[in-house]
């Protein structure tokens, strides 16, 4: 499958962001940083939306997030490790191994960040190198890595690059609410703990469902409604106790680790959720519970 772009990076070292050289206008990804919010003209000035437990204006949130995924950047990964005691590497194993994902398929992760989920999935797309030189011709498979955050994007292009991963990967800095891409250019697009933070998930839901090529199916991974009552004080102390202490430890900042707390408590719930996807036009919509419902993995085709 081809895109439609010339993907390739450039780093620019006056501003320190990647940036995309895409071969198409995109609206949301010119030269300014990403972290800026997009011109929200439309939007009224007495619109608010959360940013955790706060009311912030609609135009402010995606420029808080962006300061939240800069301070974290570089300590991501090993904090992920951290506050969930290695689990969410199980989270993402089942989300890719359960995708339905082939050799050959182009794929976007969305909101990819460091590149976990881009890595599992690049794995089962790119045709083996026996299997090419039998074949003598290209691999097909692609994956995408698109992130609104040049920081995060910058450590995972690091962090793949140096386990070898190169052939078939493209990093695009792009907002999921616009994304830079032509209709039906995917197989499959993931997003996985990023809708959380997205301002209009609406928006984000839409664009999914419209570069997805019919057939093509969308996941959502992300932190949900923990269904057993009786572990719910015990999440709730893990989520505002430990996880700002181990934030301030490790990563010299507990207020963004508060926020995710908080940003998980907010964000829909998994039959709220399924309806959105639905809205956005994704047809036999269903998702699973993993955890006792810490985390859910929603499932959506374009059809
Ligand atoms: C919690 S991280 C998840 C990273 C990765 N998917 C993982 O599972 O480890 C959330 C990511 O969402 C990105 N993000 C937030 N808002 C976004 C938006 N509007 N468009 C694209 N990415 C966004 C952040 O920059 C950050 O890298």
Redesign the pocket.
């Known amino acids: 499958m081809k895109i439609n772009m010339d993907s390739s990076l450039r780093r620019n070292d006056d501003e320190k962001h990647i940036q995309p050289s895409l071969g198409m206008e995109c609206a949301q990804c010119d030269n300014r940083r ?1 972290s800026e919010p997009p011109d929200k003209s439309a939007t009224t000035a007495a619109s608010t939306t959360h940013f955790g437990y706060r009311d912030v204006p609609v135009g402010e949130k ?1 420029k808080l ?2 300061e ?2 800069t301070s974290v ?1 570089r300590s ?2 090993r904090m ?1 490790d951290l506050m969930s005691l290695g689990v ?1 590497r199980l989270w ?1 194993r089942y989300f890719v191994g359960t995708s339905g994902v082939k050799r050959g398929d182009a794929v976007l ?9 881009a890595a599992l999935l690049h794995e089962r797309v790119l045709r083996q190198a026996q299997d090419r030189q039998a074949h003598d011709d290209p691999p097909e498979g692609r994956v995408v890595l ?4 040049g ?3 910058s450590v ?1 292009r690091d962090r793949l690059t140096d386990r070898g991963l190169v052939q078939g990967i493209d990093y695009v800095q ?4 616009a994304l830079p891409f032509p209709d039906r250019s995917f197989d499959l697009v993931t ?4 809708l ?4 209009d998930k609406q928006a ?1 839901l839409r664009e999914m469902h419209r570069v997805l090529k019919i057939g093509g199916r969308a996941l959502v ?1 992300e932190f949900s409604q923990v269904k057993a009552e009786w572990f719910r004080p015990i999440y709730d102390f893990h989520s505002f106790k430990v996880l700002p202490r181990l934030g301030k430890l490790f990563a010299k900042d507990a207020g963004s680790y508060q926020y ?1 707390a908080e940003s998980i408590r907010k964000h829909p719930p998994q039959d709220e959720l399924k309806a959105m996807m639905e809205a956005a036009g994704f047809a036999r919509c269903s998702y699973r519970d993993l955890s006792a419902g810490i985390v859910a993995i929603h499932s959506g085709y374009s059809v």
Request: with cysteine; proline share 0%.
């Open positions: 990403m995606q997030v962006g939240v995924f950047a991501y990964d992920n969410h993402k992760d969305l909101a990819g960040g460091t590149g976990d989920i698109g992130d609104i955050n920081d995060m994007l995972g792009c907002n999921a609410e997003i996985a703990f990023g959380r933070n997205v301002t984000a991974l995710l």
